[in-house]
Each structure stands twice: as structure tokens, then as C-alpha cells.
């Protein structure tokens, strides 16, 4: 079981591009955060075809120890990479079980998308873009990727391709479709195919700020109620050996506790595996324990300052791109918000190529489809 030894604010801006410096971290005070309350659920198939059903959900059982990640790995499928659009969160946003609550959110993005965002305080090495659009007051971001950011991902390196499928692989094996499995996990398929998801969609508030937040949910402990208090979140991490494993562990622990946190997941299921991909052993975390339980440690992170950011940051563009907007800038306007390791967020408004860029021949208004914005 792991457990480790011991050992601000704005700056310039026009109505063009502005600014957000990323402040020290220090302990901080939480901020309130609304419980989030699971909204609808939907599921994709192998072919991508998206249900408001949950024939994509699965149960929880134990992963066998001794058990191989790497079985089944040459018959994975994947599911391609794609610009990561907004797409299906927007169906589910048009259902009238969720709407009334759309129309009344600061923010509506995928739970990656927060997470990120959140964690940003403790990045060292990673930027990443966001596109901005704000309609009729509700902020909507998606993640920018671009052609050769794709092209990438594509095409990894085995090894981190192989540790990407350990992932997955032990999803697959601690999930059934039935409560009560009654197949033996070596006769059982282990085919796993990323093109079949189920996903939740949840409202919640940080602070002041309304958030509607969709996102995969990888199973359910025993039943699924409805609401979110039976998600489970599934990991995996290499077995720690020594003191500076424990710190990456730690450290590991904020995207962990981000993911679950802000979409209500409770318990998240961390499997140990070795360096060759055999699962050793595995520890239960209770999500919102988790920030008392690295603090004090090296490598240690605050979830109350990671939260401040968030907010602070988030109201801060969503403000600037309003007042623009106020002094004449077209409704439909995209924006990027440019989140700079070690530096804060540079917010611009993109011209009409880059726009053209941005919308990639499709039928949208900026990275919005046309019926969408039809529709509100």
C-alpha cells in the first residue's frame, strides 16, 4: 500500500490580446465547489455512433494479480486521432434534461480540458492552446491541436505506445458488462477497442462560476444510481522502488485527483504494475482525500491554489473576451488562450485564417457546428 516516508494575477491587455501571469504556488485556502450532479449520460460504439443510452457501461471487478498488460496488445484498436471537438457534449447539451442548465453556465468544455487547467500551476514542461468562442454569455472551449500535434500522437513510440495500452488493458481487465461476471479472466476476450466509451455529462460551481463538464467515466462500483456517486476512475503506475519513485507517485497524484474531482468521480483504483506490465497490486484512493494526503511531502502539490488559478484564470479571459466583444468584436469572434508553462495565459483573438484553420473545411462556425448555434 502507498505510503510515502516523510522527508497572481493580471497584467497588461488591450482589446486585441491580453495576459493572465501565472502566480507562485502557496497554500491556499479552497475554494466552495459544488458536488457535481450528474446531468445524462451517453455511449459511443465501435463505430463512433453516439446513444443516449449506457450500453458502453461497465462494472468493476478485481484485476487478477500476475495478470499480463500486455495481452491482447496486438490486436488493439484504436481509435484514430481527431481534432478533439466539442461534438457530443453539444448533443447532450440540446437535451432538455440539460439545457435549462447550459443556458444558464460560465463555462462548458470536456473534463480534460479543466483538467488541465487546473493542474496548470505545477506544469513545468507542457503548453497547450485553447479555442474560446462566447455565446449569449456561456464560454465554450476546446482543445487546439494541430495537423502535426496529430500527427504525432499517431505515430509515438512503441514503448509509450505499449505504456498507453497498459492502461487500457487494465481497464479491460478490471470491467465486465455484467455485475456478475462469470467467466474466468484468462477465457475471457481481451479485445479492447477505445472507439466504445460511456460518458457523463455533470453541472457543477466553483466559487461563482457555473461549469456544465462532460467526460469519460470508466465504470461504476455495483450499480450505476444515476448519479455519480458509484464512478469509478481506473489507473495505473509502475511499482515504486525507491524515494524518487514515491515523488513522481505524488506528484502523479494531481492529474489523478483533478480528473476525478472535477467530474464527481469518488474512488479511483490505481493499479501497480512492473516495468514488463504485470499487475502487482492495487490501492483504492478516496478522491477528495487525496490533496490531505500528499501534504507535507516532496513533490507535493495545493488543490487550493490549483482551484484558485482555475477560477481566477477562467474569469479572467471570460471577462476579457466579453469587454472585447462589448466594444464591437463580432459574437461569433474565436479566441486562444495560450497556456505557457512557467508563464500564465496570453489570450488573443484569431484572425479570419486562422479561423479558417480552426473550423478545417467543416460545416461550423468557428469550432462550433452551424446547427448548433442554429438551435439556441
Given at each position: 500500500?502507498?505510503?510515502p516516508?516523510?522527508p497572481?494575477?493580471e497584467?497588461?491587455s488591450?482589446?486585441?490580446?491580453a495576459?493572465?501571469?501565472?502566480p507562485?504556488?502557496?497554500?491556499t485556502?479552497?475554494?466552495?465547489?459544488?458536488?457535481p450532479?450528474c446531468?445524462?449520460?451517453f455511449s459511443?460504439d465501435?463505430?463512433r455512433?453516439?446513444?443516449?443510452n449506457?450500453?458502453?457501461?461497465?462494472?468493476f471487478?478485481?484485476?487478477?494479480?500476475?495478470a499480463?498488460?500486455?495481452?491482447g496488445y496486438?490486436?488493439?484498436i484504436?481509435?484514430?486521432?481527431?481534432r478533439?471537438r466539442?461534438?457530443?457534449?453539444?448533443q447532450?447539451i440540446n437535451?432538455?434534461?440539460v439545457?435549462?442548465?447550459a443556458q444558464?453556465?460560465d463555462f462548458?468544455t470536456w473534463?480534460g480540458i479543466l483538467t488541465?487547467?487546473i493542474v496548470?500551476?505545477?506544469e513545468?514542461?507542457?503548453s497547450f492552446d485553447l479555442?474560446i468562442?462566447i455565446?449569449d454569455?456561456v464560454?465554450y472551449?476546446?482543445?487546439?491541436?494541430?495537423?502535426?500535434?496529430?500527427?504525432?500522437?499517431?505515430n509515438?513510440?512503441?514503448?509509450?505506445r505499449l505504456?498507453?495500452?497498459?492502461g487500457?488493458?487494465?481497464?479491460?481487465y478490471?470491467t465486465s458488462?455484467?455485475?456478475?461476471?462469470?467467466?474466468?479472466?484468462e477465457e475471457?476476450e481481451?479485445?479492447?477497442?477505445?472507439?466504445?466509451q460511456?460518458?457523463?455529462?455533470?453541472?457543477s460551481?466553483?466559487?461563482n462560476?457555473?461549469f456544465?463538464?462532460?467526460?469519460e467515466?470508466?465504470?461504476?462500483?455495483?450499480?450505476f444510481?444515476?448519479?455519480?456517486?458509484?464512478?469509478l476512475?481506473?489507473?495505473?503506475?509502475?511499482?515504486?522502488?525507491n524515494p524518487r519513485?514515491?515523488v513522481?507517485?505524488t506528484k502523479k497524484l494531481?492529474?489523478f485527483?483533478?480528473q476525478?474531482?472535477?467530474?464527481g468521480?469518488p474512488?479511483i483504483?490505481?493499479?501497480?504494475r512492473t516495468q514488463q506490465?504485470?499487475i502487482?497490486?492495487t490501492?483504492?484512493f478516496?478522491t477528495?482525500e487525496i490533496?490531505?494526503?500528499?501534504?507535507?511531502?516532496?513533490?507535493?502539490?495545493?488543490?487550493?491554489?490549483?482551484?484558485h488559478?482555475?477560477?481566477r484564470?477562467l474569469?479572467y479571459?471570460k471577462?476579457?473576451v466579453l469587454?472585447a466583444?462589448?466594444?464591437?468584436?463580432d459574437e461569433?469572434?474565436v479566441?486562444?488562450?495560450?497556456?505557457n508553462?512557467?508563464?500564465?495565459?496570453?489570450?488573443r483573438?484569431?484572425d479570419?485564417d486562422e479561423v479558417?484553420d480552426?473550423e478545417?473545411g467543416?460545416?461550423?462556425?468557428g469550432f462550433?457546428?452551424r446547427?448548433?448555434?442554429q438551435?439556441?
Amino acid at each position: 500500500m502507498w505510503s510515502p516516508s516523510r522527508p497572481s494575477g493580471e497584467d497588461s491587455s488591450s482589446s486585441e490580446e491580453a495576459f493572465y501571469a501565472l502566480p507562485s504556488p502557496q497554500p491556499t485556502r479552497p475554494l466552495p465547489m459544488q458536488r457535481p450532479w450528474c446531468l445524462v449520460t451517453f455511449s459511443y460504439d465501435s463505430s463512433r455512433v453516439l446513444g443516449f443510452n449506457n450500453s458502453a457501461m461497465k462494472y468493476f471487478k478485481q484485476p487478477p494479480y500476475g495478470a499480463s498488460l500486455q495481452r491482447g496488445y496486438e490486436d488493439w484498436i484504436k481509435r484514430p486521432e481527431t481534432r478533439p471537438r466539442l461534438d457530443g457534449l453539444l448533443q447532450a447539451i440540446n437535451r432538455a434534461e440539460v439545457k435549462k442548465f447550459a443556458q444558464r453556465a460560465d463555462f462548458i468544455t470536456w473534463r480534460g480540458i479543466l483538467t488541465k487547467i487546473i493542474v496548470f500551476p505545477y506544469e513545468n514542461r507542457e503548453s497547450f492552446d485553447l479555442n474560446i468562442m462566447i455565446v449569449d454569455d456561456v464560454m465554450y472551449m476546446e482543445e487546439h491541436v494541430t495537423a502535426k500535434q496529430l500527427e504525432q500522437k499517431e505515430n509515438i513510440e512503441p514503448y509509450h505506445r505499449l505504456l498507453t495500452y497498459f492502461g487500457y488493458s487494465f481497464e479491460e481487465y478490471c470491467t465486465s458488462s455484467s455485475p456478475t461476471p462469470a467467466v474466468k479472466y484468462e477465457e475471457a476476450e481481451h479485445i479492447i477497442d477505445t472507439n466504445i466509451q460511456w460518458c457523463a455529462v455533470v453541472r457543477s460551481k466553483l466559487d461563482n462560476l457555473r461549469f456544465i463538464v462532460g467526460g469519460e467515466v470508466d465504470c461504476v462500483q455495483e450499480a450505476f444510481t444515476g448519479h455519480t456517486d458509484t464512478f469509478l476512475e481506473l489507473k495505473t503506475s509502475q511499482v515504486m522502488r525507491n524515494p524518487r519513485d514515491e515523488v513522481n507517485f505524488t506528484k502523479k497524484l494531481l492529474k489523478f485527483w483533478a480528473q476525478s474531482f472535477v467530474l464527481g468521480v469518488p474512488r479511483i483504483v490505481v493499479g501497480f504494475r512492473t516495468q514488463q506490465g504485470i499487475i502487482d497490486d492495487t490501492q483504492t484512493f478516496n478522491t477528495l482525500e487525496i490533496p490531505s494526503l500528499v501534504k507535507g511531502r516532496e513533490g507535493a502539490w495545493d488543490a487550493g491554489f490549483c482551484l484558485h488559478f482555475a477560477a481566477r484564470s477562467l474569469a479572467y479571459i471570460k471577462a476579457h473576451v466579453l469587454a472585447a466583444q462589448k466594444d464591437g468584436t463580432d459574437e461569433r469572434s474565436v479566441w486562444r488562450a495560450r497556456f505557457n508553462a512557467k508563464s500564465g495565459v496570453l489570450i488573443r483573438k484569431l484572425d479570419p485564417d486562422e479561423v479558417l484553420d480552426v473550423e478545417n473545411g467543416e460545416d461550423r462556425i468557428g469550432f462550433l457546428p452551424r446547427d448548433f448555434l442554429q438551435s439556441q
